[in-house]
């Protein structure tokens, strides 16, 4: 299998696999395990991950928008699929013909869905978008009468199949006292929607609320089905969850040395002139840049492994390369490969540490991976597949 070894990102399945096993084990047998691909898998390659959650048991997929859930149809992935979001009502025959999912948050999108498959065969399958507290989609559920009226019409809508019914944790990742107050409100607000919905003989057959945070915290409101996605990544929500659950990166992302020279005290290196060399030292070129997803703003603020070691990143990024301080790894030479974040050897470097230092989180750091970037799927140490986006 080929592809340029300039800078990749290896995607352990036997991680993946892993993290799978180790969220199953959270929640009851016969709960259900949606797998969140939305946003390329978290950047991990939305495809070969969908395959492989398929194959380990997720019964359920989720995806961002209806290009997203194409991409999975065309990629032979057959599994349902959850359209977290809105696709506007002029694709609903074509939701219904790929088997999906839409998630649907008001009374007035449901009418237009509806609207729209009059005289076709087949019903869209819906999943009931709650609003418990998120204050993003979904129709209000604190204690309003008002949405169990307009359910009861959507229920009757005979174009349209109620199977789902979920709501989503803006806090649920949190220890912090008045945010697990929060979330425990939140699912109380679900389950007397629930059974307010019961009332009015509206049962949907799959009730879902938990993201990894919840499923990790708080598999108790498990139910019919959980839908964590970072976590199968490998990686935690929130530090508050350390030693919650064993979780190992999915992702590393390598790249190689282009040139070393060494250099007398008192150069400036790179863009800026923001480094200068105190004492003698050997730099790297490496082959990774803001281009790639690597963010400038790290610049002079991280290390890399190499040889096992860490070394640290000197000077601006720029967009396809950066210098590394190797003064410390006296052995390494031109076409070594280092390790940005992830596993090597017995060392690795959390994408949430890189995150932190930029005031973000692991998520936007891991979709934000630049699609020059080839992902590489290994067995064990067998390379089975190769993404490249750029053909
Ligand atoms: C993204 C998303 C998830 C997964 O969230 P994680 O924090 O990555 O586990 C679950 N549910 C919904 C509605 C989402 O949008």
């Known amino acids: 299998m080929d592809y340029l070894k300039r800078t990749w990102a290896d995607i352990s399945l036997d991680n993946l696999n892993h993290n799978y096993q180790q969220l199953r084990a959270k929640i009851p047998s016969g709960c259900r395990l949606l797998g969140v691909v939305k946003a390329d898998a978290y950047g991990h390659g939305a495809v070969p991950i969908s395959r492989h959650l398929c194959e380990l048991g997720a019964e359920f997929l989720a995806v961002s928008n209806l290009e997203e859930a194409m991409q999975l149809r065309r990629g032979g992935i057959r599994r349902p699929i959850l359209i977290l979001g809105y696709t506007p009502p002029a694709y609903a025959r074509d939701l219904v013909a790929m088997g999906l999912r839409q998630e649907v948050h008001s009374l007035e999108y449901a009418r237009a869905l509806h609207e729209e498959l009059k005289g076709s065969e087949r019903r869209l399958k819906v999943h009931i978008k709650l609003d418990t507290g998120m204050s993003r989609l979904g129709f209000f559920a604190y204690d309003h009468p008002k949405t169990v009226e307009e359910l009861k019409e959507v229920a009757q809508m005979p174009k349209l199949l109620i199977e789902g019914i979920f709501m989503h944790f803006p806090v649920a990742d949190s220890i912090d006292g008045a945010d697990a107050n929060f979330t425990h409100t939140q699912f109380e607000r679900f389950t007397q929607m629930l059974s307010a919905l019961k009332g009015v003989g509206i049962e949907p057959e799959i009730r879902h609320c938990c993201n990894s945070g919840a499923t990790i915290l708080y598999p108790e409101y498990a139910l019919d089905m959980v839908r964590p996605g970072i976590a199968t990544y490998g990686v935690l929500p929130s530090e508050d969850l350390r030693g919650m659950i064993d979780l190992r990166p999915v992702m590393s992302l390598r790249s190689t040395i282009f040139q070393i020279r060494d250099f007398e005290p008192n150069i400036t290196i790179s863009y800026g002139r923001t480094y200068t060399t105190e004492d003698p030292a050997r730099i790297a070129v490496v082959g990774i840049g803001y281009a790639d997803g690597f963010p ?39 076409g070594d490969v280092v390790t940005v974040f992830g596993e090597d050897g017995g060392d690795s470097i959390e994408v949430t540490s890189l995150a932190n230092r930029l005031g973000t989180i692991p998520y936007e750091l891991m979709c934000g991976i630049n699609k020059r970037i080839p992902r590489i799927y290994l067995n064990g140490e067998d390379e089975t597949e190769v993404l490249q986006y750029i053909v």
């Open 296 to 334: 400038r703003s790290l610049s002079s603020n991280v290390s890399f492994l190499l040889h096992g070691r860490r070394v640290p990143q000197v000077g601006r990024i720029c967009m396809d390369m950066c210098m590394v301080d190797i003064t410390r790894v006296p052995e390494a030479k031109v």
